[in-house]
């Protein structure tokens, strides 16, 4: 009964009777994609788990503040990718180090490690330099490699405007990344 449901009835639903059932079928809905997606950032299976529950917790405390402006997956997928991020953010400033020898386990040298963050931080100055749904397109296109066709039928769009809303918001980025001033 409920999987017939649209997501934005799932969560009214929700939000007026507060029964865990409506919720759960979203849970159902998207928790394998959520999950595809932390892995695709973290590359750990056990975090991209934890990091999923957390990040439908997370969605569940704010359900009431989805306003309905974007689609409920656009939505849930700036969660889960601003999530990852965060997460991945935080190991790089507090790097592993053991206790018993001092020693610093991380991966990368400090220069190569500064090189990336510097990158990253200019990467996402420019991706925050577009609108969310600009964001999220170029996300599922090269993050979560959906091809023209599917990502217009996620978006409800025609596929020659995602074609070339994919190029404007390219164009938009490397315009913002490659001239940071």
């Given at each position: 009964?409920?999987?017939?449901?649209?997501?934005?009835?799932?969560?009214?639903?929700?939000?007026?009777?507060?029964r865990n059932?409506?919720?759960?079928?979203?849970?159902?809905?998207?928790?394998?994609?959520?999950?595809?997606?932390?892995?695709?950032?973290?590359?750990?299976?056990?975090?991209?788990?934890?990091?999923?529950?957390?990040?439908?917790?997370?969605?569940?405390?704010?359900?009431?503040?989805?306003?309905?402006?974007?689609?409920?997956?656009?939505?849930?997928?700036?969660?889960?990718?601003?999530?990852?991020?965060?997460?991945?953010?935080?190991?790089?400033?507090?790097?592993?180090?053991?206790?018993?020898?001092?020693?610093?386990?991380?991966?990368?040298?400090?220069?190569?490690?500064?090189?990336?963050?510097?990158?990253?931080?200019?990467?996402?100055?420019?991706?925050?330099?577009?609108?969310?749904?600009?964001?999220?397109?170029?996300?599922?296109?090269?993050?979560?490699?959906?091809d023209i066709?599917?990502?217009?039928?996620?978006?409800?769009?025609?596929?020659?405007?995602?074609?070339?809303?994919?190029?404007?918001?390219?164009?938009?980025?490397?315009?913002?990344?490659?001239?940071?001033?």
């Open positions: 009964m409920n999987s017939q449901l649209r997501d934005e009835e799932l969560i009214q639903m929700q939000l007026t009777t507060h059932d409506y919720f759960e079928t979203l849970y159902k809905r998207y928790v394998a994609k959520v999950y595809q997606r932390c892995l695709q950032l973290i590359k750990d299976s056990a975090k991209a788990e934890d990091y999923t529950h957390d990040i439908f917790l997370r969605v569940y405390g704010n359900l009431n503040n989805f306003n309905g402006k974007s689609a409920f997956s656009t939505w849930l997928y700036s969660i889960s990718y601003n999530y990852c991020i965060d997460q991945i953010r935080c190991a790089n400033r507090n790097p592993i180090v053991s206790l018993e020898t001092g020693q610093d386990y991380s991966s990368t040298d400090s220069t190569d490690q500064e090189n990336r963050e510097c990158q990253f931080q200019q990467l996402d100055k420019a991706m925050e330099s577009i609108s969310n749904d600009e964001a999220l397109m170029l996300r599922m296109k090269y993050e979560d490699g959906l066709k599917e990502i217009a039928e996620h978006m409800h769009l025609k596929i020659s405007a995602v074609k070339m809303r994919l190029k404007r918001s390219r164009d938009k980025v490397r315009q913002v990344y490659c001239d940071p001033f």
